[in-house]
């Protein structure tokens, strides 16, 4: 009995040893396998960037005709290196090798001008290469046009070397490694550029005006699906023809060229004589990287005291529907009111955009009888411009003039103005002026009368007139010193100025604090409800900021703040102080 144990116990050992010599030759057998795998794959590699060294010293019909199977050193060994390996080292192989073949495509197409409708593989990236034995139909087309007619295009050269891709391919690709971007974007556009308006290779003519530009369909569809859609869907005649005409005004086809070159080039050259041509062509064709290009030019360069710029942009803003630039020109136009309406341009504004003009709240004014006068020379030389146009514009247009704004004695002028005593418009101008003396009357007892009078028709605008202070911004003998000014008492106008208050400066870098406190002159019935703007200019006395407050209440137990963060500090000089009685 011992004995058989004793054997059993023997057996099982030796079985155990021989159980681990196999463990041990399996795992030898793996090693070496794996070392075989890679360094099959580093050879592939090398082959692979050997091959690619000696096709990038070709010229670009020895490159297509080396795509097409003539018997590239470099396609034959990237075939080899694919067909000798593994199905796993196989597939790493043919990916490595498709990988340097994109890369030396993306030159081919580029020096041999390959198809026009951007169909090669000049687009493709490391990401969505093709193998050699995929390549594309575009590629063989153009190469085997270079190949019959032997024509090279110097003007398209370019030394690429593919030393990028050769360093992405160093050794074999393992899962899980790390993967970079790289990219090329300077030379690929300008790759692109140098196709704009080119005869040789183009697919499509552009008749604008009495100009011919030549074009590639697939540059045109890329940028604009205007073009996208008149080009290419079958509907639309032009997909068929080789040349188009485009019915264009004066200012789009002075600036055509700029906006084609931008198709190829993604840069545009542009000023205030320009910009509108160019910003009628993008909206046109929906290429909307320029439309906000160009909109954020006109922003920026309607800003005050661009007033030229503004009234010449506003009416195209609007047309086109840009909210930024709409505001822009509508705030600088505003600001500038005291000027646009004492110039001759004045009297040639459209109707539409002395509306708007009359309707805005922010106008930088002397006062309302002011801008009522400036009606009247536009009404005037408006019916010398449009005959029987005088009486529609009166009815339009005169209740936008804030009556309750003006003085007595400027109210009863108006009563008697010619205007006024026209059978036509009396009953209008009666009622307007009635609404005036009216707000007069009611306005210092209008908490115990219960009636409002917060339309903007009685709210006054920034009146050069109610100026309490004027600051040089940088005279620093201001800041922490007192005020004293005067306003006239409550929310109706008058000559008479008898209301006190008193200012203090502060200033924090390009921040400036203002502190407004009423004594008890200034109120009526123990408070006086007031908004403050503050105006700055610059050297010559144009406007170049305004911010206005909101309605606040004061009394004996609280005051008005006010800051402004100075925008331009640089330019900045003045800052005019306005407070302007509110009614409730």
């Not at 196989?90 to 198809?115: Q, V």
């Not at 360069?301 to 930024?324: G, I």
């Not at 040639?348 to 003009?357: A, E, I, K, Q, S």
């Not at 028709?457 to 000014?485: A, C, W």
Request: with cysteine.
């Amino acid at each position: 009995m011992k004995r058989t144990l004793k054997m059993q116990s023997k057996n099982e050992a030796k079985k155990s040893d021989n159980d681990k010599d196999d463990d041990d030759n399996e795992s030898g057998r793996l090693r070496e396998r794996d070392r075989e795998k890679e360094a099959r794959q580093t050879r592939q590699t090398r082959q692979t960037r050997q091959s690619g060294e000696s096709f990038s010293k070709m010229n670009p019909l020895e490159k297509a005709r080396a795509l097409l199977g003539g018997g590239s050193s470099y396609s034959a060994s990237t075939s080899s290196g694919a067909s000798t390996s593994g199905s796993r080292s196989s597939t790493t192989s043919t990916t490595t090798a498709a990988a340097t073949t994109t890369t030396t495509t993306n030159d081919t197409s580029s020096n041999t001008n390959a198809n026009d409708n951007g169909s090669t593989s000049a687009n493709a990236t490391p990401n969505a290469a093709t193998t050699d034995n995929q390549t594309p139909a575009s590629v063989t087309a153009a190469a085997a046009d270079t190949a019959s007619d032997e024509t090279i295009y110097p003007e398209f050269m370019d030394d690429v070397h593919i030393t990028a891709a050769s360093w992405m391919m160093e050794g074999p690709v393992t899962p899980g490694s790390q993967e970079f971007i790289l990219k090329d974007e300077g030379t690929f556009i300008s790759n692109v550029s140098r196709f704009y308006n080119q005869e040789s290779l183009s697919d499509i003519k552009l008749n604008v005006g009495n100009k011919v530009y030549f074009g590639h369909k697939f540059v045109l569809a890329k940028s604009s699906d205007v073009f996208r859609t008149m080009l290419y869907e079958s509907r639309w005649k032009e997909k068929s023809t080789a040349s188009i005409d485009l019915n264009e005004s004066a200012e789009c086809q002075a600036v055509f060229n700029r906006f084609l070159r931008y198709l190829y080039t993604a840069e545009i050259k542009i000023n205030p004589e320009s910009a509108v041509g160019v910003l009628c062509l993008a909206d046109k064709y929906n290429v909307a990287s320029l439309k906000h290009l160009c909109t954020k030019y006109m922003v920026e360069n309607t800003k005050s005291p661009k007033v030229q710029n503004a009234l010449n942009w506003y009416s195209w803003a609007k047309a086109l529907h840009l909210e930024d630039l709409i505001e822009q020109c509508a705030k600088t136009i505003a600001w500038n009111a005291d000027n646009i309406i004492k110039s001759p341009e004045w009297l040639t504004m459209d109707n539409d955009f002395v509306t708007d003009l009359l309707q805005s709240s922010s106008l930088v004014v002397t006062n309302e009888y002011t801008l009522y006068l400036a009606l009247t020379h536009w009404l005037e030389h408006q019916e010398t411009l449009k005959p029987n146009s005088y009486g529609e514009n009166v009815q339009k247009l005169m209740s936008f003039i804030r009556f309750p704004q003006m003085l007595v004695s400027q109210l009863y002028d108006i009563e008697n103005s010619e205007i006024s005593k026209l059978p036509e418009y009396r009953t209008l101008m009666h009622h307007l002026i009635s609404k005036a003396y009216r707000f007069r009357s009611l306005c210092p007892a209008q908490k115990e009368l219960k009636v409002s009078f917060n339309e903007p028709f009685y709210i006054p605008r920034d009146y050069k007139e109610l100026m309490v202070d004027s600051v040089r911004m940088h005279n620093t003998h201001r800041f922490g010193i007192q005020v004293d000014v005067r306003t006239y008492v409550g929310p109706v106008p008058s000559e008479i100025k008898e209301g006190d208050w008193k200012i203090t400066y502060r200033k924090n870098a390009d921040q400036w604090i203002l502190q407004i406190f009423c004594h008890e002159s200034a109120l009526v019935q123990g408070e006086a409800r007031v908004m403050s703007s503050l105006i700055v200019y610059n050297d010559d006395e144009e406007v170049i900021q305004v911010e206005q407050s909101t309605p606040t209440v004061c009394s004996r137990g609280n005051h008005m703040s006010h800051t402004i963060d100075i925008i331009n500090p640089e330019v900045a000089r003045t800052m005019a102080v306005l407070i302007k009685p509110v009614p409730i």
